[in-house]
T-cell receptor
Framework: EAGVTQSPTHLIKTRGQQATLRCSPISGHTSVYWYQQALGLGLQFLLWYDEGEERNRGNFPPRFSGRQFPNYSSELNVNALELEDSALYLC???????????????FGPGTRLTVL | GIQVEQSPPDLILQEGANSTLRCNFSDSVNNLQWFHQNPWGQLINLFYIPSGTKQNGRLSATTVATERYSLLYISSSQTTDSGVYFCAVGPSGGSYIPTFGRGTSLIVHP
């Protein structure tokens, strides 16, 4: 069974540009989570999508946005890129969804975004 | 929000040694996972363990939910165990907002 996949592996952008990151969950999983791991700052929760709806978001500005498609894949968009957006962006999927207590997460390999 | 503290922050071992990593959390939880992040950044699932004890080869974990802590045991450590170990918890009730600890960085020398 295929795991969580993310693309691209690496992404280099300049300040002010937009970045689009993609994630495909494990087959059958309806929840997708996005995290940012900046150097020295640990994993910070960004967004949670379940059944096409945004269920929760972390403490990030509105220029971080995303969506979940009918096939449960997801896209993270970062507008007006800033230097401090440089980080590893990790996507996870879960079989458990909104309203359930079970939320075991499985992570993809990540997209490393560099903003110059 | 829920607070998660991991200890020790750094650990250096010789191959073959045993170790215990700890995760303390400030509130009751429905979900708790241990991960190993390899040098390439991939997070590998080790255990899903909101309560009880589990074992997988040289690794085992115990969560005592009533006392708000979890332990990860690594026995007969190998150089491939090097990396960062994270504990992640989700609070009881309501929407799941996962919180990660800062991790324990483990280096195993041959």
């Amino acid at each position: 069974e295929a795991g969580v996949t993310q693309s691209p592996t690496h992404l280099i952008k300049t300040r002010g540009q937009q970045a689009t990151l993609r994630c495909s969950p494990i087959s059958g999983h309806t929840s997708v989570y996005w995290y940012q791991q900046a150097l020295g700052l640990g994993l910070q929760f960004l967004l949670w999508y379940d059944e096409g709806e945004e269920r929760n978001r972390g403490n990030f500005p509105p220029r971080f946005s995303g969506r979940q498609f009918p096939n449960y894949s997801s896209e993270l968009n970062v507008n007006a890129l800033e230097l401090e957006d440089s980080a590893l962006y990790l996507c996870a999927s879960s079989l458990g969804g909104f309203g359930t207590n079970y939320n075991e997460q499985f992570f993809g390999p990540g997209t490393r975004l560099t903003v110059l | 929000g829920i607070q998660v503290e991991q200890s020790p922050p750094d650990l250096i071992l010789q191959e073959g040694a045993n170790s215990t990593l700890r995760c303390n959390f400030s509130d009751s939880v429905n979900n708790l996972q241990w991960f190993h992040q390899n040098p390439w950044g991939q997070l590998i699932n080790l255990f899903y363990i909101p309560s009880g004890t589990k074992q997988n080869g040289r690794l085992s974990a115990t969560t005592v939910a009533t006392e708000r802590y979890s332990l990860l045991y690594i026995s007969s450590s190998q150089t491939t165990d090097s990396g960062v170990y994270f504990c992640a918890v989700g609070p009881s009730g309501g929407s799941y907002i996962p919180t990660f600890g800062r991790g324990t960085s483990l280096i195993v020398h041959p």
